[in-house]
């Protein structure tokens, strides 16, 4: 339960960055579309984005065209890593089994590029 809120809250921060900081939005327009969710490995906890310079739409489940897919071992590592997100912690989960991405690595940079402004 505490992971679905925290993915649900995400959504709010990303909505709110876009309509109150000018950066986010500067980012997003070099971005044009950006589509990638967050999800257990077991599927049963999963949400996407779907972000562009007009808006940012999210949804629960992870369609099979998103651009770059977060996944976690467990609900509890994803909650622990989502409190802190960094590149470290990144590197970290990726070196120690807890996050496993499914796309390009370059989309994992500009994720953190977007972020980084929340």
Do not use: C
Request: proline content about 3%; overall charge positive.
């Amino acid at each position: 339960m505490k992971l679905k809120l925290m993915l649900w809250w995400l959504g709010v921060m990303l909505k709110r960055a876009r309509s109150r900081k000018a950066a986010f939005r500067d980012a997003l327009e070099k971005l044009q579309q950006f589509d990638w969710g967050v999800a257990t490995e077991d599927l049963t906890i999963a949400r996407h984005y779907r972000m562009t310079p007009q808006a940012i739409r999210s949804d629960v489940g992870l369609p099979t065209d998103l651009a770059l897919e977060l996944r976690f071992r467990d609900a509890e590592s994803a909650t622990r890593f989502l409190r802190r997100p960094s590149q470290r912690a990144f590197r970290e989960g990726l070196f120690n089994g807890q996050l496993r991405l499914v796309g390009d690595s370059r989309d994992l940079e500009r994720l953190q590029s977007l972020l980084k402004h929340l």
